[in-house]
């Protein structure tokens, strides 16, 4: 197991929605955190030795038989615990308080009375918003502890034993509905767990340099690199710290927006003389992709074929034992979540990342232990521009899945085009910041116009621009009228085979982001 940084807050995660953003809140507060199951062996939690406990919310009921539960034994560890709403709720009925169902769901935004002076709410005002998601309610508190605050219907909605280091909320401190929340969380870590603030993207970089030497020592490692921020990032890392045993290769499946491939070579290549292969494998792309219209089989053919790609240049190279991916810290945790993870696929997601099992590669998995907005700081810190740290995240399978329907090398051209303009308008209203993604959708309908006197019967662009914290949900972006009409302008006069723009004004869920 890779050594940690010295401080460690441990979250047992009981199923929340919420249990990754503790993990972030805590990372805000420069304090490092991992998420476990929370029927993770004690031993293991033992073994790592964290200055405290954090249990997460969940969706069950402790008053249910079966529920989820913890080994009495980890309140012997002697380091303090803040249980959040289940976590609450648990630790007081195993510590020897009263749960029971609450009359009436307290759910959304509630107010906290805080009635009692704890370290926990130091610097805070007697009232603040909290939000509240809870069906069951402490009724009476275990030995040893004091209410601190309280809600219209909860009446002890914190609660703490200050000797001990215990402490639970009804209410959820991670979320940006409670706006004090980081605040209580940054008490709990500082003034009662005595962290200190040793977690930065400068010491992530530091000790994986170290790391990453130790391991690969005179070896080659080769990289998929797509322009992506993930990849970039991580290219950027292992050159710095294993220079010219490192080789990226960015395969261009044609399926790019306009001068991606260029930009990244300038980049990489020349600017930053990374050892780069460029894989021009357009036309072997666009002859797979004759004739399918379906989003999955698209999908499957473009990985399939990035990967066989992929296999014969490694070949090439000679002896490369280890193989970087920009694995992210997300996909570690859903893989071995105590619900299993996302329940059904919705999209078979490839990315580039994505490679074969039987490749008999050593993995480096560098940002495995990070959220991707460290995985950007980390970028800041190795001096990538804004543009890549700060750019929309796009597909895998690129604008294989913004053209419904056939991909054809005319239909490219379209998309490609009519995506350009998007953007370029985008910035310039200054609008590339607010939205998590904007882009344009080729379809499958011809309708007629009319241009100068003439009857015209050609392509419908769709334009989608969405926000979103994490991509998992999403609401259409509410664009100005007069940016929506200029890119609708600029792409009906300057786009051949266009005369009709039309935007999208549907939230994820119950539609997806991409089309596709
Ligand atoms: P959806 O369309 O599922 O997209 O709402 C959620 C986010 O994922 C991106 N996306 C993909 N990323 N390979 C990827 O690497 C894919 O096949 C793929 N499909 C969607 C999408 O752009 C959005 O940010």
Redesign the pocket.
Known sequence: MEKGPAELVTILDFGSQYTQLIARRVRECQVYSEIVPYNAPLEEIKCRAPKALILSGGPASVTSSGAPALEKEIFHLGIPILGICYGMQLMARLLGGKVRAALKREYGRAELFIKEKSPLFAGLEEKMPVWMSHGDRVMSLPPGFTALGYSANSPIAAMGDERKGFYGLQFHPEVMHTPKGATIIDNFLKKIAGCSPEWTMHSFIKRTEEEIKERVGKEKVICALSGGVDSSVLALLLHKIIGGQLTAIFVDNGLLRAHEAEEVKNRFKNLYHINLILVDARSRFLEKLKGVESPEEK?KIIGAEFIRIFEKEAKNIGRVRFLAQGTLYPDVIESRSPTGGPSST??????VGGLPQDMHFELIEPFKFLFKDEVRKVGEELGLPREIVWRH?????GLA?RIIGEVTEERLRIIREAERILDEEIKKGGLYDKV??AFAVLLPVRTVGVMGDERTYENVIALRAVTSRD?MT?DWATLPYEVIARISNSITSEVRGVNRVVYDVSS?PPS???WE
């Open positions: 999908r919705i999209k078979t997601h490839h990315n995240p796009f597909p895998g399978p899945v998590w993604q991509g999403a994820k997806t982001i991409e």
